[in-house]
Protein backbone atom coordinates (compact mmCIF):
# COMPACT_ATOMS: atom_id res chain seq x y z
CA UNK A 1 0.00 0.00 0.00
CA UNK A 2 1.69 3.03 -1.17
CA UNK A 3 1.26 6.11 2.24
CA UNK A 4 3.37 8.98 0.65
CA UNK A 5 3.95 10.59 -2.85
CA UNK A 6 6.06 13.00 -2.88
CA UNK A 7 8.99 15.75 -4.33
CA UNK A 8 10.14 17.75 -1.77
CA UNK A 9 8.15 20.33 -0.34
CA UNK A 10 6.82 17.64 1.51
CA UNK A 11 9.60 17.89 3.56
CA UNK A 12 10.02 21.61 3.22
CA UNK A 13 6.76 22.25 4.86
CA UNK A 14 6.66 19.91 7.42
CA UNK A 15 6.69 16.43 6.55
CA UNK A 16 3.11 15.31 6.59
CA UNK A 17 3.05 12.91 3.65
CA UNK A 18 5.80 10.65 5.87
CA UNK A 19 4.68 7.45 7.12
CA UNK A 20 6.39 5.19 9.44
CA UNK A 21 7.39 1.58 7.51
CA UNK A 22 5.27 3.44 4.52
CA UNK A 23 6.48 2.96 0.63
CA UNK A 24 7.41 6.51 -1.06
CA UNK A 25 6.86 7.49 -4.45
CA UNK A 26 9.81 10.22 -5.49
CA UNK A 27 7.83 11.49 -8.69
CA UNK A 28 11.27 13.77 -9.76
CA UNK A 29 12.35 12.01 -12.83
CA UNK A 30 8.44 11.87 -14.21
CA UNK A 31 9.23 15.36 -15.10
CA UNK A 32 8.99 15.13 -19.28
CA UNK A 33 6.87 17.65 -20.96
CA UNK A 34 5.08 15.23 -23.45
CA UNK A 35 2.98 17.55 -26.19
CA UNK A 36 1.88 21.23 -26.87
CA UNK A 37 -0.84 21.08 -29.37
CA UNK A 38 -1.70 24.69 -30.02
CA UNK A 39 -4.53 24.40 -31.99
CA UNK A 40 -6.37 22.67 -29.03
CA UNK A 41 -4.32 25.44 -26.41
CA UNK A 42 -3.12 22.04 -24.70
CA UNK A 43 -0.29 20.22 -22.85
CA UNK A 44 0.38 17.27 -21.58
CA UNK A 45 3.22 16.53 -19.47
CA UNK A 46 4.34 14.47 -16.30
CA UNK A 47 3.33 14.64 -12.83
CA UNK A 48 6.78 15.38 -11.76
CA UNK A 49 7.37 18.38 -13.72
CA UNK A 50 7.09 21.72 -12.58
CA UNK A 51 5.20 24.85 -12.96
CA UNK A 52 7.90 26.66 -14.22
CA UNK A 53 8.98 23.98 -16.90
CA UNK A 54 5.77 23.95 -18.53
CA UNK A 55 5.31 28.15 -18.83
CA UNK A 56 9.03 27.99 -20.12
CA UNK A 57 7.61 25.53 -22.63
CA UNK A 58 4.70 26.92 -23.35
CA UNK A 59 5.66 30.88 -23.53
CA UNK A 60 7.41 29.99 -26.44
CA UNK A 61 4.25 28.83 -28.20
CA UNK A 62 2.60 32.41 -27.05
CA UNK A 63 0.53 30.39 -24.43
CA UNK A 64 0.19 30.37 -20.86
CA UNK A 65 -1.51 27.89 -17.93
CA UNK A 66 -5.21 29.35 -17.14
CA UNK A 67 -4.16 29.24 -13.14
CA UNK A 68 -0.86 28.91 -11.81
CA UNK A 69 0.48 28.98 -8.40
CA UNK A 70 2.18 32.06 -6.78
CA UNK A 71 5.48 29.38 -6.89
CA UNK A 72 6.61 28.00 -10.28
CA UNK A 73 9.06 24.99 -8.44
CA UNK A 74 6.05 23.07 -7.28
CA UNK A 75 5.11 19.86 -9.30
CA UNK A 76 1.77 19.54 -10.82
CA UNK A 77 0.98 16.15 -8.56
CA UNK A 78 1.58 18.02 -5.73
CA UNK A 79 -0.53 21.16 -7.40
CA UNK A 80 -3.14 19.08 -8.11
CA UNK A 81 -2.97 17.09 -5.45
CA UNK A 82 -3.64 19.46 -2.90
CA UNK A 83 -6.45 21.54 -4.91
CA UNK A 84 -3.61 24.11 -5.56
CA UNK A 85 -4.71 27.69 -6.77
CA UNK A 86 -3.49 30.73 -8.11
CA UNK A 87 -4.80 34.43 -8.00
CA UNK A 88 -6.78 34.72 -11.07
CA UNK A 89 -10.47 34.94 -10.38
CA UNK A 90 -11.97 33.81 -13.58
CA UNK A 91 -10.79 30.24 -13.50
CA UNK A 92 -11.22 28.50 -10.21
CA UNK A 93 -8.52 25.79 -9.13
CA UNK A 94 -5.67 24.32 -11.03
CA UNK A 95 -7.47 21.50 -11.44
CA UNK A 96 -10.89 23.04 -12.83
CA UNK A 97 -8.29 22.95 -15.97
CA UNK A 98 -7.37 19.79 -16.13
CA UNK A 99 -9.23 18.09 -19.55
CA UNK A 100 -7.52 14.74 -19.13
CA UNK A 101 -5.46 12.46 -16.96
CA UNK A 102 -3.89 9.04 -16.70
CA UNK A 103 -3.66 7.88 -13.32
CA UNK A 104 -2.73 4.67 -11.41
CA UNK A 105 -5.48 3.43 -9.61
CA UNK A 106 -5.27 2.08 -5.83
CA UNK A 107 -6.35 -1.56 -7.64
CA UNK A 108 -2.67 -0.98 -9.73
CA UNK A 109 -4.37 -0.58 -13.17
CA UNK A 110 -3.66 2.36 -15.46
CA UNK A 111 -6.32 4.61 -16.66
CA UNK A 112 -6.87 7.48 -18.48
CA UNK A 113 -9.85 10.06 -17.38
CA UNK A 114 -11.28 12.70 -19.44
CA UNK A 115 -13.43 15.88 -18.23
CA UNK A 116 -15.59 15.32 -20.84
CA UNK A 117 -16.70 11.92 -19.75
CA UNK A 118 -19.44 12.29 -17.00
CA UNK A 119 -18.08 9.41 -14.79
CA UNK A 120 -14.56 9.59 -15.55
CA UNK A 121 -14.67 13.03 -14.37
CA UNK A 122 -16.41 11.64 -10.98
CA UNK A 123 -13.48 9.51 -10.51
CA UNK A 124 -11.17 12.91 -11.23
CA UNK A 125 -12.73 15.27 -8.67
CA UNK A 126 -12.01 12.27 -5.88
CA UNK A 127 -7.95 12.17 -7.00
CA UNK A 128 -7.56 15.67 -7.69
CA UNK A 129 -7.46 17.57 -4.25
CA UNK A 130 -6.70 13.45 -2.86
CA UNK A 131 -4.10 14.03 -1.43
CA UNK A 132 -2.70 10.66 -3.15
CA UNK A 133 -4.86 8.96 -1.36
CA UNK A 134 -7.38 7.61 -4.23
CA UNK A 135 -4.20 7.42 -6.88
CA UNK A 136 -1.35 8.56 -7.97
CA UNK A 137 -1.44 11.11 -11.19
CA UNK A 138 1.52 10.11 -13.99
CA UNK A 139 -0.02 12.23 -16.77
CA UNK A 140 -1.89 15.71 -16.86
CA UNK A 141 -3.18 17.55 -19.59
CA UNK A 142 -4.20 21.04 -18.88
CA UNK A 143 -6.16 23.46 -20.79
CA UNK A 144 -4.42 27.05 -21.95
CA UNK A 145 -4.90 30.42 -22.93
CA UNK A 146 -2.91 32.85 -25.29
CA UNK A 147 -0.12 34.46 -23.12
CA UNK A 148 -0.41 37.99 -22.59
CA UNK A 149 1.58 40.62 -20.90
CA UNK A 150 -0.32 42.96 -18.32
C1 LIG B 1 6.00 29.20 -0.05
C2 LIG B 1 4.76 28.48 -0.47
C3 LIG B 1 3.85 29.11 -1.36
C4 LIG B 1 2.68 28.46 -1.75
N1 LIG B 1 1.83 29.08 -2.64
C5 LIG B 1 0.67 28.46 -3.00
C6 LIG B 1 -0.24 29.06 -3.95
O1 LIG B 1 -0.03 30.13 -4.49
N2 LIG B 1 -1.37 28.38 -4.25
C7 LIG B 1 -1.64 27.17 -3.69
O2 LIG B 1 -2.70 26.60 -3.98
N3 LIG B 1 -0.79 26.58 -2.83
C8 LIG B 1 0.34 27.17 -2.48
N4 LIG B 1 1.22 26.52 -1.62
C9 LIG B 1 0.96 25.14 -1.19
C10 LIG B 1 1.51 24.18 -2.29
O3 LIG B 1 0.63 24.23 -3.39
C11 LIG B 1 1.55 22.72 -1.82
O4 LIG B 1 2.43 22.63 -0.76
C12 LIG B 1 1.93 21.77 -2.98
O5 LIG B 1 1.47 20.50 -2.66
C13 LIG B 1 3.40 21.71 -3.23
O6 LIG B 1 3.68 20.88 -4.32
P1 LIG B 1 4.81 19.74 -4.28
O7 LIG B 1 5.05 19.38 -5.71
O8 LIG B 1 5.98 20.15 -3.47
O9 LIG B 1 3.97 18.59 -3.55
P2 LIG B 1 4.37 17.51 -2.42
O10 LIG B 1 4.60 18.23 -1.12
O11 LIG B 1 5.45 16.63 -2.95
O12 LIG B 1 3.03 16.69 -2.34
C14 LIG B 1 1.85 17.27 -1.80
C15 LIG B 1 0.75 16.22 -1.74
O13 LIG B 1 0.42 15.77 -3.04
C16 LIG B 1 0.57 14.35 -3.13
N5 LIG B 1 1.15 14.06 -4.47
C17 LIG B 1 2.32 14.55 -4.98
N6 LIG B 1 2.51 14.08 -6.25
C18 LIG B 1 1.44 13.28 -6.52
C19 LIG B 1 1.06 12.48 -7.66
N7 LIG B 1 1.81 12.41 -8.75
N8 LIG B 1 -0.11 11.77 -7.59
C20 LIG B 1 -0.89 11.83 -6.47
N9 LIG B 1 -0.58 12.57 -5.39
C21 LIG B 1 0.56 13.27 -5.40
C22 LIG B 1 1.51 13.97 -2.00
O14 LIG B 1 1.25 12.63 -1.57
C23 LIG B 1 1.12 14.97 -0.93
O15 LIG B 1 -0.01 14.55 -0.24
C24 LIG B 1 2.40 27.16 -1.25
C25 LIG B 1 3.31 26.51 -0.38
C26 LIG B 1 4.48 27.16 -0.01
C27 LIG B 1 5.46 26.45 0.91
Not at 100 to 116: R, S
Amino acid sequence: MIKGIHRWCSTFTGGYTYYKDAIVLDMNSFNKILAIDEKKKEVTVEAGATISAIQQAIAKKGLAMKVSQSLLFFSVGGSLSVNGHGRDIRHGSMASTVSKMTVITPTGELKTLEKNNKAQHEQMKTILGGYGLFGVIVEVTFELVDDEVY
